[in-house]
């Protein structure tokens, strides 16, 4: 049952929602300065490939990278595979953090995994990393990425099904999850989740050489991924999610998102502002009660009027675009999707603490009025016992998990152990024979494919 106190939101003052209304000054501020971002989305956001705004968003990212592989090369403490020199150009930053933060999932065309004929068969350069999900900058993309390096194996979507590919090589990554127990596996796998990650930023050490004109293929907007299982329509003999695709071939990645979001941003930090000094120099209120917040009514208004005034601006100038060019990519993106996103989200939430309350106290009756029905006392005590069932259930079902993580954790840690040794030089030939032959047998190989011996070798060899 829902508490009676849930019914109304504790974050709104119900006097100042209540007479909190946009006056028309109110209307034509949002207005002006949705207009305003409008405008500079026009002409300063436009396209990925043309943006002016987009320019300066690509070098800003390649700074980012050069700082964050010079801050990992100084905290490296690997005696092997570290670059003598700190790295200084983009080039040589992106390809330390390549070889610092390598994963299995990292396959650029169909035949780097094993796979049907047919299958992932558009996979190119250009898009790997958005039909890769744990290359997504989102908690989709880290799900998926702690999964495929704890399995070995990775996750595509191909056709808007969900695939699990095992890569043929692994272009030197580390074939094992590091660390000694579950969590700093899953640690680790964090930190090399988003090594990786920003090694893609700005595209990869083979498209950022000198002299190179392309700005490389990014990772994708958070979430975007999500068009991938928009497996319908009929957009020019493609389907909505193979056009999707092809957006993000065209730039349409993480850098260009942050491109969008500078007008979205400073439209609600101009309406807020202005919303501020009018309430405390012209309605004469507090400073604290001028600091823009949800509690406020015709602050969240404005903020939706501002950016509807926005969105349709942009909407207008894709539409331009998409008819002049006479293509529904061109159309797309002119799009702001960071700001259609945003105005998606303001209205729903407004909706929300507009019409919360009353969908609360609706499901509360509905309960209500089921438990009525229920008069025998015989039918109450099967309910009782069916919701006890249940937390039985739960209870057996903590306890499997609890057991089957630490099954998981003991088999990852004795893998670690017998890939360690195997690979010592330290250890003796016939010690690392031994511990290679165990390896195999957790790995799960056959025993009559086990080489034991070298009477093994030579059988096997002739």
């Known amino acids: 049952m829902i508490a009676k ?3 109304t939101s504790q974050n709104i003052n119900p006097e100042d929602w209540s007479k909190a209304k946009c006056d028309k000054y109110d209307y034509m501020i949002a207005v002006f300065c949705g207009g305003a971002a409008g405008l500079m989305d026009v002409f300063f956001v436009g396209d990925p490939l043309t ?5 300066q968003t690509d070098k800003i990212a390649d700074k980012f990278v050069q700082k964050a592989a010079q801050f990992f090369w100084k905290n490296d403490q690997r005696t092997k595979g570290k670059s003598k020199n700190i790295p200084q150009s983009l080039t040589q930053c992106v390809s330390y953090l390549e070889q610092a933060f390598p994963v299995n999932y990292d396959a650029r065309y169909a035949k780097d995994l094993i796979v049907e004929d047919g299958m992932l068969s558009g996979m190119r350069p250009s898009n790997h990393h958005l039909l ?5 900058p989102d908690p989709i993309g880290l799900i998926f990425s702690i999964i495929d390096q704890f399995r070995g194996y990775a996750t595509f979507v191909d056709n808007g099904k969900l695939i699990h590919v095992i890569p043929k090589r692994n272009s030197k990554a580390i074939p094992y999850m590091q660390g000694t127990d579950l969590i700093s596996m899953l640690f680790c ?3 090399n ?3 990786h990650l920003l090694s893609d930023l700005v595209g990869s050490s083979s498209t950022r050489k000198v002299g190179k004109t392309g700005r490389g293929a990014g990772i994708p907007i958070p979430f975007y991924e999500l068009f991938l299982g928009c497996d319908f329509g009929n957009i020019d ?3 909505f999610s193979e056009t999707m695709v092809t957006v993000f071939e065209q730039g349409y990645d993480l850098r260009f998102g942050a491109t969008m979001a500078i007008p979205v941003v400073l ?3 101009m309406i807020k502002v202005i919303w501020m000094i009018r309430q405390k120099f012209i309605r004469k209120k507090t400073w604290n009660e001028s600091i823009p917040n949800k509690q406020h009514a015709d602050l969240r208004i404005m903020l939706i009027v501002g950016d509807a005034t926005l969105c349709f601006i942009d909407g207008a100038d894709a539409a331009a675009h998409g008819i002049v060019e006479g293509n529904i990519i061109s159309f797309i993106c002119h799009l702001n999707l960071i700001g ?3 105005l998606i989200l303001l209205v729903l939430k407004e909706l929300y603490i507009r019409y919360g309350s009353v969908i609360v106290q609706s499901m509360n009756r509905f309960v209500d009025h089921m438990l009525e029905e229920v008069q025998l006392p015989t039918e109450k005590q099967k309910i009782r016992e069916f919701y006890s069932r249940l937390e039985t259930y739960d209870q057996e079902l903590t306890k499997l998990l609890v057991s089957y993580m630490k099954q998981i954790e003991e088999e990852y840690r004795e893998l670690y152990v017998e890939l360690k040794e195997t690979f010592d030089c330290d250890n003796m030939r016939s010690e690392r024979a031994a511990h290679s032959v165990r390896l195999a047998q957790l790995s799960g190989v056959p025993e009559n494919k086990i080489i034991k011996s070298r009477k093994d070798l030579d059988d096997l060899f002739g």
């Open 5 to 7: 106190n849930q019914i």
């Open 51 to 55: 943006s002016v705004l987009g320019k």
């Open 237 to 239: 003999g493609k389907m």
């Open 132 to 136: 890769s999900l744990a290359h997504s």
């Open 189 to 191: 796998g964090f930190v």
């Open 340 to 342: 259609w996103t945003r």
């Open 193 to 195: 989740w988003i090594g």
């Open 267 to 269: 439209n609600e930090l």
